[in-house]
């Protein structure tokens, strides 16, 4: 064989690999791209080292199509938790980002926080309650069909993480009925928890994650938007939250009823 052919065969055999590995990649990767690839190659090592989970129910998480992933928060490694089996059951194993509102001063951070915040798609948002442009950038990103993940508490519950859930913000109502798309609770129980906001990442644990369908809000669907209707779909969101734990929630309070 002329050295001519052999190498015109090692481009074919190294073309061959090449365009193989580019359709694995476009497969597992989908159009996460490659910051959330390393993202995710980091979360398999820390549950691999650290985090045993035991995922309850079906993962409901759709492969493709808009949603918004709802859970308790009492950890912040709840994030990496909820994603890192995320697509147990895709038809087509692949990642999606869930991209999380998150508090604005985590943007600020230097290296390594900013670069996974902005990797994983995440919103900032102002503690205040008052910062619409975070609003309108999750609804936008609902509109593109991607993956939106909310912690409806608005913070670490640590008073009472395995008793009862912190009132719900209404943001979640107003988003999920403009949108109108699927809403999906997890609930994470024994997430593990430390004063310190880096050693928690490091700290062993056996996790649950309890999964629940995706709730039905066509009840509330057309009508007048008010405080009260907020409230009470944020709180039939967070009732059946708590009912995936078995723990308590109390809902907004309702003004008194007006006598005849």
Not at 162 to 187: C, H, M, N, R, Y
Not at 210 to 225: E, F, H, V
Request: with cysteine; net charge positive.
């Amino acid at each position: 064989m002329s050295d001519s052919l052999t190498e015109l065969l090692v481009i074919v055999v190294l073309a061959a690999v090449f365009l193989l590995a580019i359709a694995w990649w476009r497969v597992r990767v989908g159009r996460a791209g490659w910051p959330a690839w390393i993202c995710y190659q980091i979360a398999r090592v820390h549950r691999l080292c650290f985090v045993s989970v035991q995922q309850v129910g079906e993962c409901s998480i759709p492969e493709r199509g808009p949603a918004i992933i709802v859970a308790n928060h009492t950890s912040p490694v709840d994030p990496v938790l909820i994603w890192t089996r995320h697509f147990v059951n895709f038809r087509r194993p692949h990642l999606r980002v869930i991209g999380y509102l998150t508090a604005r001063e985590y943007f600020e951070l230097p290296g390594f926080v900013n670069w996974v915040c902005r990797a994983m798609e995440c919103i900032p948002v102002d503690r205040n309650g008052r910062d619409m442009q975070s609003v309108r950038s999750a609804l936008e990103r609902l509109k593109q069909g991607r993956l939106l993940g909310l912690f409806p508490e608005g913070r670490l519950n640590e008073e009472t993480p395995s008793e009862q859930l912190l009132v719900g913000d209404t943001g979640i109502a107003w988003l999920a009925l403009k949108a109108a798309v699927p809403v999906i609770p997890i609930f994470i129980e024994n997430a593990p928890r430390s004063p310190s906001m880096v050693w928690v990442f490091f700290r062993r644990s056996r996790v649950r994650l309890i999964y629940g369908q995706p709730l039905d809000l066509s009840a509330w669907q057309g009508k007048r938007t008010s405080p009260e209707l907020l409230a009470e779909v944020t709180d039939h969101i967070m009732g059946s939250l708590a009912r995936l734990g078995g723990i308590r929630y109390s809902p907004h309070p309702r003004p008194p009823a007006q006598s005849a």
